[in-house]
């Protein structure tokens, strides 16, 4: 058999192989990160490597510039080594394996919209007991095992799920010898389910912490909370290691269902993402992973799957079913997660194939659950979800988004990390462009945000045509390149790499298909219902990316509808303005102000999935929200199909949908 | 090392031993069983072995007569090799390892006293559900596990009695591609808590099979039922192999705690007894072990403890605490006993370190729980225990009857098994004895019921006095040995193994401490609750001992009480009798008719497992029982204390309380 020594830079790994396997899927059965949109099918052309030494055979791509081809780039998952190699990973093309990032870190109680989550009893998933029990007589002749269960039962503050206490066989083979030595005094660690967790000697309560977890496709944040003391003590977040595998659910699926070992991977790759965020939060605090006796888990249904390596084909196949929407609870040692071997992991429950426990989670933060009001939820994350309801209903629908929001397959995207674009303003004649960076850093690429933003900004001022094309003549940084025309919005001389950042018109065109999903999706809910957008008394915006969305550029986009401004006087009360009477238009005003009927959630997959942590009234209540919200399929609905073409326009066909954009325009 | 060799027949076995290890250690920790009362304490004189050839040191012991000694007899844990040895274990002294006997095999249906179980709605312990899913669509679109739930949850047949339908990682992930493979038609094995034990393609309930476990102290009993026949299709028992570590529950007790592994060996040798009783019953009907979902255990406490190696020290140290009463469901892999390996395993409960779940079975196969009549249940097995109630209350108490009964710890002493002498006629002359046997078959030894028997024989035609000493000069039968006076009822011409059957009356001392402890306790109960013997409406009698015993002789000797006799007429009608009125003597129509308050369960423990098997509504009775049977400790109560040495006269010394039996003496 043929074996070539391939040598990866910058890791300086060297991997054998037999030269029958391509580079990515060398690099990534070696842990080496490359990121891939279609998990190597050649179909997204982000796999883009450098070979610097030796022979290979490759398949051209209409990915690789001609520039790119000189300098050597190719596509990762389309070459085969034919001698020694020698790659080089560029940094667009590298998922930094480990590394924390700002996404999806939300610890603020503030975040939780359900305000009566407050009057609910603290009662936490699992928590740590001390019970001194009354040593037997002849006359108090209770079994062991009974007699811990009749102290447990004395105590108010139990709120158990299932009143039945249980007990593996281990630990009742260890229980009489325990309760001797120890005097009777010992620490009970309890999940909500009546399992015994564990028992300890003497008063062990101190260290009793639990974590709430989104899986999210891209990002994966964990919030560290004290079970004693109802406080959050940290939370961390980084990229989801199976970016490697797919940007979107649905490459991963594939990639889960087609290749040897495919679900396995992806699998193991979550698992390690989860285990190091644990790591650093166990380190930072001080810690022991068995003091973690709770995990809260908030996925989307996908990822629920691959977390739990059940095979998640089904989802994408017609009639789109997961294996299961409640998830049964499990034990740390079955899953493979670092905490106690015996700790519980329960799950936020999944409405359907593509409404998640991350989406179950945010409902309950926001409690539109229990409201009177109609509301709708939209979270803006890979996929798009929106929930529309109130007490009395709740439907749901989902629609791909495409990566976009997330600064991912835009030439110049990056995800919202220091140093990427989020604030652009264009001079007037289109030869300045004025911009800030997230941190103040360096330019190094333009996030969801900020492609928001440049979009609104140029369609704003008159260097775009309602259908998302440049107007040629109308700025000197209007271009062409290789791909087509493009706007230059930094200069490579001010930015990281020293390469431009672009905007091109396919970018525009990708983000007006996202938005106009988003947009024609929740339309389709509201009349499904017998609404109008006029009836909404809120819109909850989830994920990170609505965190940092500009309500009024995303309105001028035609991503988020036109709902009417709010004008709050001195005396505090709110009006409703109508267009005509709406005062000056003011950016800041507005921001602050005037759209109040949009409300940030942040990351609500977290802040639901800490409530069911904390509190047995949440978790009752998420599985009531997982049973009551209906599923509506948008890929088989008539007025989806037939409208969505009028939604590929800025803001859409129809102007008179967006009153206060088109007065701005002056149309 | 000193290495020498021991030479074991008949098994034919050689072991490499250090010289530091005694005859009867070598040979239990090897498989090959020695009978030992005391587990190698060298008190009960029972680990009598011969040495062939070699050298060895050993304990002179009282056990041991003049005359085996000149044989080469000597007790195997009191002896050491100082060279290599030839050992062989008698027949007294071996137990032979895989034997099926006839005890505490009980197949009948008419065994039940419970006579309205028969209302009772058929819902075993575990159950195949053949399930013909329907197929999802968009529009019936539950995920895969909630489609099965939901069909589940359509059944009227199901009686769970946990309504959460519960599956395990494992299953939930090979769930999705096997509900397709098999066009979403299924058999379901589900537990009746919910949990799911397995899923095969088509329709596979034909196979559906239960075991009801009675593990006895001395005997292990098995009845394998067909789950969809409610049919019981052949029954097995042998003796618990634990009988080389002792005869009773406290020298089990004793060896689990003191000797290293012990309660690792305890718990082997058990599971292999049931295990191999199931292979033979698996081989017999031709099943699959993994057809067999379902075991319900009737063991008593010690049993149940030493099944699930759970440690037994604290039953027999003050204040006498088992680990739990109620034990946990598990599943056949966790305890290694070869039914399916997620197949459910449930236990009746305890009630008492010394009441156990054989108890609490018997109590529910009686339907004593449920009467307006006050009744008495007796277990007479190596320990006694008895239990008096009806539907308002329900108290029990135990004492250590000793393996008497069971044929153990007398001279000629065997188990009822073929050729053990049970009943016995002596001439007018004390010159001849007229015996019959087991099965006909030629005399062995005398079991249990056969010592009864002829203590009462000798008593009545006045052989012995009422102390239990024999008349000297009344029969030329009597005889004097070394060991004292006995009673010649076989002469060895006539016996299998050429030795003569006796009497010793130090075994009548025994038999007398035995009975005494018996009737003392039951006595003790009654007085508590202020009830008297003429209250009784019935005296049922569990264990394989009652089922043999003659119940005219046990009164005679004091055993049981002198209830009143009834005498049925031509048109059916009974009438209770006094003395005065009583017809003729009859030994016959005495046995039919005249002690009618008397009830036979049999193996009750094996039936109320049975019915625990079958029907959740006896499930839910047994545990019932157990927590409304309260404990009385007998060892600790003053009247059992002060009134013990009465007893020990026959039938006692106060005679006016068995006004039959004066009767028939003519005091």
Redesign the interface.
Known sequence: MVKYKIFFSPEKKEIITDGKTNLYQIATDAGIYITSGCAGEGNCGRCKVIVRQGKYRTQPSRFISEKEKKEGYLLACQTYPESDLEILIPPGSGLKKWTLIKDGVYTAEELIWRGNYLKWEFSPLAKKIYLELPA???T???????RLVRELKSRKDLHLRDPGI????PK??K???FL?ENQWKLTLTLADNGEIIDYEPGDMTAGSYGLALDIGTTTVALSLIDLNKNEVLGAKATYNQQMSFGDDVISRIIYAENETGGLEKLNRVVRETVNWLISELVKEKGIENKDILALEVAGNTTMNHLF????P??IRK???????????D?KGK??GINIHSEGIVSFCP?V?SYIGGDVTAGILASGMDEKGEISLLIDLGTNGEMVLGNKDFLISAACSAGPAFEGVGIKSGIRAMEGAVENIQISADGKKVKYTTIGNKPPAGICGSGLVDAVAELFKDGFLDRKGKFILESSSLIRESEEGKEFLLVPGKETVNKKDIVLSEADISTLIRSKGAIYLGASVLLEEMGYQFSDLKKIYLAGMFGTYLDIEKAIIIGLLPDLPRTFVQDNNATYEMSEQKLPEFSQTKVRGLAREKFVFLGNSAISGAKLCLLYGEARNKVREIAKKTT?L?LS?NPKFMNEYSATLFLPHTNIDLFPSVKKLLNI
């Open positions: 037997p007589t002849l108090d002749h209770l079994s062991d095992f009974e249980k007990i593996t066989l009742l083979q229980l009489a010898q001797r739990l390596s059940l095979p084909g089904y017609e009639p789109y079913l997961p294996t299961a929407n409640f998830l049964p499990l079955e899953i999944n359907s599923y399929e088989v």
